[in-house]
């Protein structure tokens, strides 16, 4: 069935059954991906427990109208027997358990079965940075194909020079999402404070494009991080630098608010970022590349502190283009100013220009 062309359907709240908010949280983005929602209700026959609930909880979220609250009890129940972490009604982290239950119903829909073990990709010397690309994407879809990979999963290129001999390295790759540092921009009046990196306190606002470019900005590995050279088969000093070989459809973005050991401290920074967002700079090879862009349509929120936290969620209705506001079982309708704040923690995109039959 394809999704519901009223502009109040796919509204339901879901009912907090004990500290479940941050599974609402990521159950309502996900609802909201337009491609994965539309296919999963047209599939036939799923197999696999997880699938089947997670399928049977979307349906009846989008049989339902506003005001309407569902309990997602049964959904719970399989998801905790795929990750027992998620047993009980204790506080969870959003982004783990979107990470878990995209890797469950990509493994119930996964299309290579048995699955073969993994093995290690060896690579010529002859082949080109784009041969070895394509290769290793192919060695990674020859093992997990499904949906949920064809979906979210993109490539990442990681370089390495080595400062002694300036020999390269690179590896290809998959990622479900990536996890972006968040860079600290100090005001003058705390810039002499020392103590204040994890504080929690607002250090200033930074874009998703700071993030983004924290993350691929080159590092240098040196004293107990040097890598060993596959060449020389000695280690020393190099530089390695991340750039994106291969985006994906619906690129999730995580932004690293919490810090240190055991997740102590949470960053409360504004992150600002668009409703429309070009990562073309971000390309292994931006000027080759057709430009990058993607559309905001969801974010899971977690507002207070680490330990005494809540999580909702703004999702943008892939019919009405309408955003709302999910509050467990609350549902209400919001400006999209509103939804760029620094309760952001996870971001959701579709990327633009993708043809498609939806």
């Known amino acids: 069935m394809p999704i519901s062309r009223g502009s109040s359907d796919g509204l339901a709240g879901l009912r907090n059954l004990g500290n479940t908010c941050f599974m609402n949280s990521i159950l309502q983005c996900l609802s909201h991906t337009k491609p994965l929602t539309e296919q999963l209700l047209k599939s036939q026959r799923l197999k696999g427990k997880l699938i089947q609930a997670y399928v049977e909880l979307i349906k009846s979220m989008w049989k339902t109208s506003s005001n309407e609250v569902l309990s997602p009890h049964t959904f719970k129940t399989q998801i905790q027997r795929f990750a027992p972490r998620f047993m009980g009604y204790s506080q969870q982290d959003a982004q783990e358990f979107l990470r878990f ?17 993994y093995r290690q990709c060896e690579f010529p010397d002859s082949f080109s940075e784009l041969q070895i690309a394509e290769k290793s994407w192919e060695s990674y879809l020859s093992v997990d194909k499904s949906l949920m990979t064809d979906l979210f999963v993109g490539q990442l290129k990681s370089k390495l020079t080595f400062c002694s001999c300036n020999h390269t390295s690179v590896t290809f790759d ?5 996890s972006i ?6 005001s003058s009046s705390s810039s002499s404070s020392v103590g204040r990196r994890y504080s929690g306190t607002d250090d200033g606002d930074v874009t998703i494009i700071d ?3 924290s993350f691929t900005k080159e590092e240098v590995l040196n004293g107990d991080e040097q890598p060993t050279c596959d060449k020389c088969k000695g280690k020393g000093k190099a530089t390695k630098k991340f750039s994106i070989q291969r985006f994906p459809p ?14 102590r401290s949470k960053l409360q920074s504004n992150v600002d970022f668009p409703l429309s967002l070009d990562l ?9 590349i057709n430009p990058v862009t993607y559309s905001l349509y ?3 929120n977690h507002s207070g502190s680490t330990y005494a936290g809540h999580y909702t969620a703004y999702c943008k209705h892939p019919i009405s283009k309408d955003w709302h506001c999910f509050n467990d079982s609350r549902v209400d309708p919001i400006s999209p100013s509103r939804v760029r704040g620094n309760q952001a923690y996870i971001l959701f995109y579709e990327r633009e220009n993708r043809k498609s039959s939806l």
């Open 101 to 117: 239950l995209l890797e469950g119903l990509h493994d119930d829909l996964n299309e290579i079965k048995p699955k073969p073990k």
């Open 174 to 178: 998959p990622f479900w999402d990536l």
């Open 181 to 186: 540092p968040i860079p600290r921009k100090m």
């Open 211 to 213: 993030c983004m470019r």
């Open 250 to 263: 619906i690129l999730v973005l995580h932004l690293k608010r919490f810090s240190g050991f055991s997740y």
């Open 280 to 288: 073309t700079e971000f390309s292994s090879d931006p000027e080759k």
């Open 298 to 300: 969801a974010v899971s």
